[in-house]
């Protein structure tokens, strides 16, 4: 199975700060990469596909890069409805996989 | 726009069985498959399960594998997962997703079903 891991697993942050998030395969999976926003109590929301295709509807401030084993999320200007938790997922292969996730927090 | 609710989530005895739905309704477009994904209290997501758009093949995570069998059934536009054999640690809320694209991307949820195993 491939594996993904996240970090960091949390983060503390302000409002407007800069923040990036990466995410590592444990064996490459081309662009086969997509992050998940999650906001408690509440199902996992679709950000970006294939490492760097913003879904419709997510702000600008909101990117993803990244090829083979290595992937970043950055959020350019971090906004108060952004404090979540950030999953990656592998959709290379079966069993897909996720990264642990990264927990954003309001410093 | 799609929509997916799930369903049959419970509270149910170690090695008891318990079948979710999920019914999609909306402008479905293409599909590409439809997910099960699963969140452990307070744990991050667990991939559990893919079915085709025309049920012809499937596909398991390990911890599941042999206990678990999903289906769908496109005539009620409905998918199904048939969980026998069940854990403790198969507590979890359960999501079902539908993959859009050609990339499988979870591209829709709903909303979650409870499920606890518990004595």
């Known amino acids: 199975d491939i594996q993904m891991t996240q970090a960091p697993s949390s983060l503390s942050a302000s409002v407007g700060d800069r923040v990036t998030i990466t995410c590592r395969a444990s064996q490459t999976i081309a662009y086969y990469l997509n992050w998940y926003q999650q906001k408690p109590g509440r199902a996992p929301n679709l950000l970006i596909s294939a490492a760097s295709r913003l879904q419709s509807g997510v702000p600008s401030r909101f990117s993803g890069s990244g090829s083979g084993t290595f992937f970043t999320l950055t959020i350019s200007s971090l906004q108060p409805e952004d404090f979540a938790t950030y999953y990656c997922q592998q959709s290379y292969t079966t069993p897909l996989t996720f990264g642990g996730g990264t927990k954003v927090q309001i410093k | 726009q799609v929509h997916l609710v799930e369903s049959g989530g419970g509270v149910v005895q170690p090695g008891r069985s318990l079948r979710l739905s999920c019914v999609v309704s909306?402008?479905?477009?293409?599909?590409?498959?439809m997910h099960w994904v699963r969140q452990a209290p307070g744990k991050g997501l667990e991939w559990v399960a893919i079915?085709?758009?025309?049920?012809?093949?499937?596909y398991y995570a390990d911890s599941v594998k042999g206990r678990f069998t999903i289906s769908r059934d496109n005539s009620k536009n409905t998918l199904y997962l048939q969980m026998n054999s069940l854990r403790r640690e198969d507590t979890a809320v359960y999501y079902c997703?539908?993959?859009?694209?050609?990339?499988?991307?979870?591209?829709?949820w709903g909303q979650g079903t409870t499920v606890t195993v518990s004595s």
């Open positions: 909306g402008f479905t477009g293409t599909s590409y498959g």
């Open positions: 997703a539908e993959t859009t694209g050609s990339g499988n991307s979870l591209d829709v």
């Open positions: 079915i085709a758009y025309d049920g012809s093949n499937e």
